[in-house]
């Protein structure tokens, strides 16, 4: 899935700029499957912007060593528990509304494979 990601709105120019760079650069690495790198790129976004919803979220997919969201549908037994994991819970926290759907759509999807199922 190809998408935007994002950097809180209310920051400084300058430390807009790296950080806006960081996440780039972390979702590059990520889509590279150079997780132990995107990771460093997310820590240094988060470190730039704290509220970076968009940085967390790349963070949990390190976690799962996933390369895209899309991937949270390959195995979404395995991945059922992603809303329980801080980082989801960190980008649910401080995402706008649109994104917060976005993130919650794709963990409903999860949710209704998995349904029925004990948590």
Same mark, same amino acid.
């Given at each position: 899935?190809?998408?935007? !990601?994002?950097?809180?709105?209310?920051?400084?120019?300058?430390?807009?700029? %790296?950080?806006?760079?960081?996440?780039? @650069?972390? !979702?590059?690495?990520?889509?590279?499957?150079?997780?132990?790198?995107?990771?460093? +790129?997310?820590?240094?976004? @988060?470190?730039?912007?704290? %509220?970076?919803?968009?940085? !967390?979220?790349?963070?949990?997919?390190?976690?799962?060593?996933?390369?895209?969201?899309?991937?949270?549908?390959?195995?979404?037994? %395995?991945?059922?528990?992603?809303?329980?994991?801080?980082?989801?819970?960190?980008?649910? +926290?401080?995402?706008?509304?649109?994104?917060?759907?976005?993130?919650?759509?794709?963990?409903?999807?999860? !949710?209704?494979? +998995?349904?029925?199922? +004990?948590?």
């Amino acid at each position: 899935m190809k998408r935007t !990601y994002q950097i809180s709105s209310n920051l400084d120019k300058q430390i807009s700029e %790296k950080a806006q760079r960081e996440l780039n @650069l972390g !979702y590059l690495n990520l889509s590279d499957e150079c997780f132990e790198q995107a990771k460093m +790129n997310f820590l240094l976004t @988060l470190q730039y912007d704290n %509220k970076c919803a968009d940085a !967390y979220w790349g963070l949990m997919l390190v976690k799962f060593s996933l390369s895209n969201e899309d991937e949270l549908f390959s195995n979404p037994i %395995k991945y059922k528990s992603a809303i329980h994991l801080p980082e989801c819970e960190q980008a649910l +926290n401080n995402a706008d509304e649109g994104l917060k759907n976005k993130y919650m759509s794709l963990l409903e999807r999860i !949710y209704k494979i +998995n349904e029925g199922d +004990n948590y």
